[in-house]
């Protein structure tokens, strides 16, 4: 009885899980085009991948003092960027 209520459980974790990866990804693809539309108009400030000048400095800073790790964290947590795409932005800081 108490591996059935288990497995219950446990699949009904796994269904909430793969909708809520489903909801990520739809609402991943909303602020693309969000972003798309914001640079088709001109609006180039309003994209959710903009970092404001002062983390800019300040990751730029940390990368050239060889604190990588420190400069993605500060990005991520200024631009809510995944971790792929904030490590891809400081590697293309310059």
């Known amino acids: ?35 798309e539309l914001c640079r088709a108009i001109g609006r180039e400030a309003l994209t959710s991948d903009t970092v404001p000048d002062e983390v800019r400095e300040k990751a730029l800073r940390l990368k050239r003092a060889g604190r990588e790790v420190e400069a993605v964290k500060v990005v991520r947590q200024s631009t809510g960027m995944d971790l792929l795409e904030a490590k891809n932005w400081v590697d293309g800081l310059s």
């Open 1 to 35: 009885m108490e591996y059935g209520l288990f497995a219950i459980a446990m699949i009904g974790v796994l269904l909430a899980h793969l909708e809520l990866t489903k909801w990520k990804e739809r609402v991943r693809a909303q602020q693309k085009q969000i972003d």
